[in-house]
C-alpha cells in the first residue's frame, strides 16, 4: 500500500475521510509535492490544501488498489 520512493508530481490515489462526517470516506486523486514549508518533506496536494504524507495514510498508485481496500474497510453488505 504505501511505498517509500514516491517522486514529487506522481499522481496517488488515497482513501480521505471527510473531516466533518466521520463515517464518509472516499477515494481520491492527489499529487505528490513538495511540502511548502519543509522543502526536504513530501506531501500530497489534496483538495487545494497540502497534507502532509505519513507513513500510515492510505496511499495507492491506482484506483484499482485503492478500491480493493476500500470496499474491504467499508463493506455496507455485511449489515444487510
Known sequence: MVKNNYQIGEEVYVIYRNPHAVNVANIEKAEVVEHPKNPNELALFLHDAY????????????FDEAEELYNQLFDYQQYN
Do not use: I, K, M, R
Not at 51 to 62: I, W
Open 51 to 62: 497534507h502532509p504524507l505519513e507513513e500510515d495514510d492510505a496511499v495507492f498508485t491506482s
